[in-house]
């Protein structure tokens, strides 16, 4: 029974080298990063047997391998991927719980991550093959943390299909997910700025006693406990170890059995009341594109995620400048124009987030220059503010009154740009996104190589528009804050232009290209 | 309801409703064009039924009560192409033939091709449907039957031959000829983080209905596709069969003069089905055209006066459903042109139970 499970999963991931030669050029590089990656940890690991002391490696590898543990617990969940090997694929086959569970778990093995966890493995074995018991304890232990890591994911991702089966709840953990994202960035920032020297090795000391007696760290630290004479609390971590995988064994046993008999269930639809943006923008096809545009960015969490994203990225960006040591001063200039970049960027592939559902508007014969205007209003009628506010807030932390007018023009210039160029590309380049539904972390079945160029080019696009504006801006610091007027000039001037054309271009676009819109939106 | 009507098939239109409707409604034209609705009046007199009630469907193909000479006084018209050999050619007599011709083509389909790579799904199709006519397009999977409505409604381009409707090009002059469409497409997405209400609203605003126009029109759809107490859910809550209610209300919208239905009534639970094709039919009385695609042979008999069979990108037979049917039930008949039923050999092992 395990070897069929074995075999079908070899087929599962044999096929996925039959697809369009650019998607196996992914697999492959992935592949060989995931290899590469491994490999290194491997080398490192076996040069670790002959240098370095005991304790420090034996620390680093349980704070290391309980953090490995956990991606197997959590990735699952947050990333929600799909999941071939689902239990409840197999319920029609009668196969008997014990052996369906054990031929699923086994069938794990055959895997990136578990190959690659593999590799990594067989090199703490060398690391602690310091005597005959050691050896003995880290083959058993590198047997028990495979086993662990695996049950472990194969629990979290078929909790995950289970749980997370509903719209809604799918939905929820993409947002989790950004909100993890933005937990984690201050916590990256922390870690970079601690200083290691002093501190660094009390902590891992410190992390890995506590990480050492749980189920995600024990199996990794029992060679280096032996390694270092502590045969004690070896043996005992080792029990802890063996009884936790024994556990997640009777866990996952018991969540295919539930599986099994337990289809999918939808949750209580939510009630609207109105029209919501339908009754507030005026009557009229740009009214209703615009009204459409802002109720999916309140609804469709693909869009939470970009739009999350505008508000983290100056943080991103100025965390690290400022621990450098860039004065804030300056700082205060660039959270604007960022935001700018981002928002007008959001929108150069909005087509593709439509999908299929593009046909209303082809099959209604829509007016491309409606749809391009009501697609970007609300991108507009966010930008002002944020334009407008941002600037006062960020001119009062820099100081000097004059450069407003020239914040003003650089991020009106950016913004503006940005919607020119995405009006056009959206039209003109549609390419896969994830679809409606999924969660926001899914990645697109289909992807293309205009892709990346697309991306590229809508934003240097915007930002090489804006250049005359940011160079006057300059000369208005550096020279004669009379150059700030021009700067403003530029920036609105320019942007102006570059919306102007973007829309004729795009709404010529939209016109001509409905059907092939269509189409590459029912490829994806 | 009394036992003896309970149907033994799929649940059936009113024909009653229809019948009298009809009856009432249309010109000695149309009688014409459909004779066997007065037949149908007469079942539905014969059986005394109150309006709206499913009733037994229409008679077993062996003993079709119609005048066994109908298929020999018919003609079937415009087959795409000579080599389709599996066509009834009959001798034409003059009676029955013009009032086909008379009514205005709307929809006329000329050597329409469609390739996808190296495979071919339509080739060479002509189609034409009349103004009035409730037009069938029957096929096996994969035929071709969505990618040629596709083509017809301006959603794909062709790889050649050309469309018009209402004498519009639709590839030439797509915005005009969409205009004069409405449109259900098969597995397409719909813009479902909206409401219900929302969708229709969108749907109508975009085919330029004023404010109160929509607002009413919406109201009206909803209560006749009972959608009243879900248009103020998100359409992603829907089931498969409230979302292609959603769907048809919104192709209807805005009162176009074509309805192109592709599937309309797959997954559609059968008292809705019998609402809708009783709305459509009420559009065709009053001069409406629908043409829709469906695998349900006993709904295209029984609602549609037009067929045509599609097989493998090209249109098999075309005509009247009698003129199609000829002498078969449909069913029989289409089976008959899209290659026969696969007697199963060498699947004697199914019959010995494993345990």
């Not at chain 1, 592949?31 to 490999?39: A, D, E, N, R, T």
């Not at chain 1, 799918?170 to 989790?176: A, C, D, S, W």
């Not at chain 2, 469907?57 to 003609?75: A, M, N, S, V």
Request: aromatic residues 8%.
């Amino acid at each position: 029974m395990v070897a069929q499970f074995f075999g079908l999963k070899l087929r599962l991931l044999t096929n996925l080298f039959r697809r369009s030669p650019w998607q196996v050029v992914g697999l492959v590089v992935g592949l060989l990063y995931g290899l590469g990656v491994s490999i290194t940890i491997l080398v490192a690991l076996v040069t670790l047997r002959f240098v370095g002391d005991p304790t420090l490696i034996r620390d680093s590898l349980t704070v290391a391998g309980s953090a490995v543990a956990l991606g197997f617990l959590i990735i699952p969940i947050v990333v929600g991927i799909d999941d071939s090997m689902d239990p409840r694929k197999f319920a029609f086959l009668g196969i008997p719980n014990r052996s369906l569970s054990l031929g699923l778990a086994g069938s794990a093995l055959i895997g990136v991550p578990a190959f690659a966890l593999t590799i990594v493995l067989l090199g703490t074995v060398v690391t602690w093959s310091r005597g005959i018991g050691q050896t003995l304890l880290a083959l058993i232990s590198a047997a028990l943390i495979l086993t662990t890591c695996i049950l472990l994911s194969r629990v979290s991702a078929s909790l995950a299909a289970f749980l997370l089966s509903t719209r809604r709840s799918r939905e929820f953990t993409g947002l989790i997910g950004v909100v993890v994202l933005v937990l984690i960035s201050p916590l990256v920032v922390v870690l970079f700025s601690t200083d290691w020297g002093r501190h660094g090795r009390t902590l891992l000391t410190a992390l890995a006693t506590i990480l050492g007696w749980t189920p995600f760290g024990a199996a990794w630290a029992v060679p280096g406990d032996a390694s270092t004479g502590a045969w004690g609390e070896a043996i005992l971590k080792l029990l802890i170890a063996l009884g936790s995988t024994y556990a997640l064994w009777l866990i996952w046993q018991f969540v295919v059995a539930r599986m099994l008999v337990s289809p999918g269930h939808e949750a209580a639809a939510k009630q609207y009341s109105g029209l919501g943006w339908f009754d507030r923008l005026p009557h009229g096809s740009v009214g209703a594109i615009a009204a459409r545009t802002f109720t999916y960015w309140a609804r469709d969490s693909r869009y939470w995620v970009s739009l999350i994203m505008i508000p983290i990225v100056p943080i991103i960006a100025i965390l690290p400048l400022s621990i450098v040591g860039v004065p804030l001063h300056y700082l205060a200039l660039v959270p604007v124009p960022l935001m700018c970049i981002f928002l007008g960027w959001t929108m150069h592939n909005d087509v593709a987030y439509d999908s299929t559902a593009i046909w209303l508007h082809v099959a209604s014969g829509t007016h491309g220059l409606a749809d391009r205007i009501g697609r970007i209003l609300p991108a507009l009628v966010m930008g002002i503010p944020l334009i407008g506010i941002g600037s006062v807030i960020s001119i009062s932390f820099y100081g000097d009154w004059s450069v407003l007018l020239s914040m003003l023009g650089v991020s009106t210039g950016i913004l503006l740009a940005g919607l020119g160029f995405s009006s056009y590309t959206s039209t003109r380049f549609p390419y896969p996104v994830t679809k409606p539904g999924d969660s926001p972390f899914a990645q697109p079945q289909a992807t293309e190589t205009a892709a990346g160029l697309v991306q590229s080019l809508t934003f240097t696009g915007s930002i090489i528009v804006a250049l005359p504006a940011l160079i006057f801006a300059y000369l208005g610091i550096v020279e004669d804050p009379a150059w700030h007027l021009v700067a403003l000039g530029a920036g609105v001037g320019l942007g102006l232009v570059a919306v102007v054309v973007g829309i004729w271009v795009g709404s010529r676009a939209f016109d001509r290209r409905g059907p092939e819109m269509l189409a590459s939106a029912q490829r994806a | 309801m009394p036992k003896k009507l309970t149907a033994p098939k799929l649940p059936d239109v009113a024909p009653p409703a229809r019948a009298t409707e009809q009856t009432l409604a249309e010109n000695a034209t149309d009688e014409t064009t459909r004779p066997y609705v007065t037949r149908d009046a007469l079942v539905a007199i014969e059986t005394e039924q109150p309006l709206g009630t499913p009733v037994a469907p229409l008679p077993e193909p062996g003993i079709d009560p119609r005048p066994q000479e109908t298929p020999g006084t018919t003609t079937p018209r415009a087959i795409s192409e000579p080599a389709a050999t599996a066509v009834i050619s009959p001798a034409a007599t003059s009676e029955n033939v013009p009032v086909v011709v008379e009514a205005p083509t709307v929809i006329e389909a000329r050597g329409l091709v469609k390739r996808f790579g190296h495979n071919v799904a339509v080739s060479d199709l002509d189609l034409t449907v009349r103004a009035g006519s409730f037009y069938g397009i029957v096929g096996p999977n994969g035929a071709g039957k969505t990618t040629t409505l596709s083509m017809i409604t301006g959603l794909l381009r062709p790889s050649a031959g050309n469309v018009t409707v209402h004498g519009i090009d639709v590839w030439a002059r797509p915005n005009e000829a969409k205009r004069v469409m409405g449109v259900l497409p098969d597995r397409l997405r719909l813009f479902d983080r909206l409401t219900g209400a929302q969708l229709l609203y969108y749907a109508g605003t975009l085919r330029g209905l004023d404010n109160d126009t929509v607002r009413s029109r919406s109201a009206d759809l909803a209560v006749a596709f009972g959608l009243e107490d879900a248009l103020n859910r998100l359409v992603a809550d829907y089931s498969a069969g409230m979302t292609k209610k959603i769907a048809l209300a919104c192709a209807m919208i805005h009162s176009p003069r074509v309805l192109v239905l592709d599937e309309p009534f797959e997954s559609v639970d059968p008292v809705s089905a019998v609402n809708v094709t009783e709305i459509l039919q009420k559009y065709v009385a009053a001069g409406g055209t629908v043409v829709l695609s469906s695998h349900g042979m006993d709904l295209i008999q029984r609602v549609c006066d037009h067929v045509a069979i599609i097989v493998q990108g090209r249109v098999l037979a075309a005509g009247t459903i009698d003129e199609v049917r000829g002498s078969k039930s449909l069913e029989d008949r289409f089976v008959e042109l899209a290659g026969g039923r696969k007697v199963a050999e060498g699947m004697e092992w199914l019959h010995n139970f494993s345990d």
